[in-house]
């Protein structure tokens, strides 16, 4: 069974950057035809796509956070990575890892999510 | 404001079916399939439809469909552990990116 777990620091202060590490176990992040992207979800609100990673080191941005955003990936570590820059207190939000198959027309999805973690932007 | 549009909130009563929309355009639901994803009190999602497939686990009373460029998940026989917020995704061509719908909320009475 894949599971996909977030880590990394819960409060980050303002105009820092935000980093976040995804470790992915019970599966290769190496396999062909899946994405690993993250998705977030500011308190009360719905989920917002950052961005995704194909294993090659391929990425896709949200346009809105393109400019703040790099994803990079580790396959020896089967682990992929989120770095948010010169973030503010609207970057406060659950941050999920999860994977997507490849989207075709009759496949787009994210089939395994992480359980998520808070990251509060404050001083 | 999302690129894909759901209704904000939806009840129903135990028994009933209830059909929750999702609508894009040409370049995103008219071209791709669609995830339906399952959010109970702000837990992680969980995926209930992809295109319309259901994932293992997931009760046969979720059913998916699409017309042109809006998608649809159907709940036949509304349960009380169906209450949750309900959100939709696909790819976007036109700007490279996953969209995704605002989330519906749904109740059962």
């Known amino acids: 069974q894949l599971q996909l777990q977030e880590s990394g620091p819960g409060l980050v202060k303002p105009s820092e950057t935000l980093s976040l590490t995804c470790t992915v176990s019970?599966?290769?992040?190496?396999?062909?035809?899946?994405?690993w992207g993250w998705i977030r979800q500011p308190p009360g609100k719905g989920l917002e796509w950052i961005g995704s990673?194909?294993?090659?080191?391929?990425?896709y941005y949200n346009p809105s956070l393109k400019s703040r955003v790099t994803i990079s990936v580790n396959t020896s570590k089967n682990q992929f990575s989120l770095k948010l820059s010169s973030v503010t207190a609207a970057d406060t939000a659950v941050y999920y890892c999860?994977?997507?198959?490849?989207?075709?027309?009759?496949?787009?999805?994210?089939?395994?999510w992480g359980q998520g973690t808070l990251v509060t932007v404050s001083s | 404001q999302s690129a894909l549009t759901q209704e904000a909130s939806v009840s129903g009563t135990v028994g009933q079916k209830v059909t929750l929309s999702c609508t894009g355009n040409?370049?995103?639901?008219?071209?791709?399939?669609v995830g339906w994803y399952q959010q109970i009190s702000h837990g992680a999602p969980k995926t209930v439809m992809f295109g319309n497939s259901l994932p293992s686990g997931i009760p046969d009373r979720f059913s998916g469909s699409k017309s042109g460029t809006t998608a649809s998940l159907t709940i036949s026989g509304l349960q009380p552990e169906d209450e949750a917020d309900y959100y939709c995704?696909?790819?976007?061509?036109?700007?490279?990116?996953?969209?995704f719908g605002g989330g519906t909320k749904l109740t059962v009475l």
């Open positions: 040409s370049n995103n639901i008219g071209s791709y399939a």
């Open positions: 019970g599966g290769s992040i190496s396999s062909s035809n899946y994405y």
């Open positions: 990673i194909y294993y090659s080191g391929s990425t």
């Open positions: 999860a994977r997507r198959v490849a989207c075709s027309t009759t496949r787009c999805y994210f089939d395994y």
């Open positions: 995704s696909t790819w976007d061509y036109s700007v490279s990116a996953v969209v």
